[in-house]
């Protein structure tokens, strides 16, 4: 009387082996792990995963794509592989223009916004006590929108001149 044979299991690093080798989906341990957390595949009593039945499961558990196509899992890899590619030559287009000095960083800007942006407001707002006296001597509104705006555009060309010569 023969006894019958158990079946081989894989561990999940063989098993994601055995997936690379045939060209499936879900080729990393990773992959093999989410397929076990969310229930596409299951574990044998000892903790192993017959290949054969977890190859079968996979692909009947594995949603379909809209379309008709092939399994969404499979779609999903390609794209989650084409968005980290572009994301690594978007990370590597950016530090060789951080080193060319054509970006700044952020965060080194803020605090010489932040400069820029209380001067520029405390000079506009003085704008008001400089011309107040010449425009009560006013009599009429478009004198008085002349003065003032006169004032105002004086105060920003010579922030900006200033800026100029500062930079």
Not at 112 to 135: F, K, Y
């Amino acid at each position: 009387m023969s006894a019958k044979a158990e079946p081989r299991g894989l561990s999940i690093r063989a098993y994601a082996r055995w997936r690379r080798e045939r060209g499936l989906p879900g080729q990393s341990p990773q992959a093999v792990c989410e397929a076990l957390r969310t229930g596409r595949i299951e574990r044998n009593r000892d903790g192993k995963i017959t290949p054969e039945t977890a190859d079968r499961d996979w692909l009947d558990r594995t949603t379909r794509s809209p379309g008709g196509g092939g399994p969404s899992g499979a779609a999903s890899l390609v794209e989650r592989q084409i968005e980290k590619q572009s994301l690594e030559v978007a990370l590597r287009r950016n530090r060789l223009e951080r080193e060319a000095g054509q970006t700044v960083d952020l965060a080194e800007l803020r605090p010489r916004l932040s400069e820029i942006h209380r001067t520029l407001r405390d000079q506009l707002l003085a704008v008001g006590q400089r011309v107040a006296a010449d425009v009560l001597a006013l009599e009429d509104m478009g004198s008085v929108a002349a003065a003032i705006e006169t004032a105002i555009r004086a105060e920003l060309e010579a922030f900006v001149a200033e800026r100029g010569a500062n930079s």
